[in-house]
């Protein structure tokens, strides 16, 4: 089996590190002794720590179960509900000691790195369009009565979600999830 190369290697362990430990607390030189490759290699791949982050956040949108959206033979709301279990999967299955990329650079670094914040703004608009477009596909089969904006309810759901991984970060106890399964599924998307 071939070797990865050196700048896969780096976001391999980027990915890793940026997620277990966040923005701030991943130094370069961390993460290019997680890759096992020198400190200066990391400059022949990256302009910077932030241009990393970037790329992460991609790799990290690809992990997002976004295809549980575009299953063509599932009820609409059946999609959105395996889509938001999937992620409370990935976030129980670790523990609860890892949260969302997306929402941890937001908290973390967007205020201070313009490049992060418009990362994390195309990221989080390209979650949402996906959840909006499941909500348009429910409102037109009629299995969601609500006329509600589509787009205005999938960034509801998408600020809801972020703060129930907050919560359950915090308690690990699954309590944050169910509220988040309980009023979405049954009171918001009735």
Not at 70 to 80: F, G, H, V
Request: charged share 25%; with cysteine; aromatic share 10%.
């Amino acid at each position: 089996m071939p070797r990865a190369s050196v700048r896969e290697q780096i976001v391999d362990a980027a990915f890793e590190q940026f997620h277990r430990h966040g923005y701030n607390a991943c130094g370069v030189k961390l993460i290019t002794d997680s890759a096992g490759v020198p400190k200066g290699s990391f400059y022949n791949h990256f302009e910077s720590k932030e241009a990393l982050a970037l790329v992460i956040m991609d790799r990290y949108g690809e992990t997002r179960h976004l295809d549980l959206l575009r299953t063509q033979k599932t009820a609409p709301l059946a999609k959105l509900r395996h889509h938001f279990e999937a992620l409370a999967k990935d976030v129980v299955d670790v523990g609860y000691e890892r949260g969302c990329v997306f929402g941890n650079f937001s908290t973390e670094a967007a205020d201070h790195i313009p490049a992060i914040r418009d990362g994390v703004k195309v990221a989080f608009d390209h979650w949402a369009e996906a959840i909006a477009a499941t909500l348009r596909e429910a409102q037109e089969d009629r299995s969601l009565a609500s006329t509600q904006d589509a787009g205005t309810l999938a960034r509801f759901l998408l600020n809801a979600w972020e703060g129930a991984i907050v919560g359950e970060r915090a308690a690990k106890d699954g309590a944050s999830f169910t509220a988040f399964f309980t009023i979405a599924f049954e009171t918001v998307l009735r």
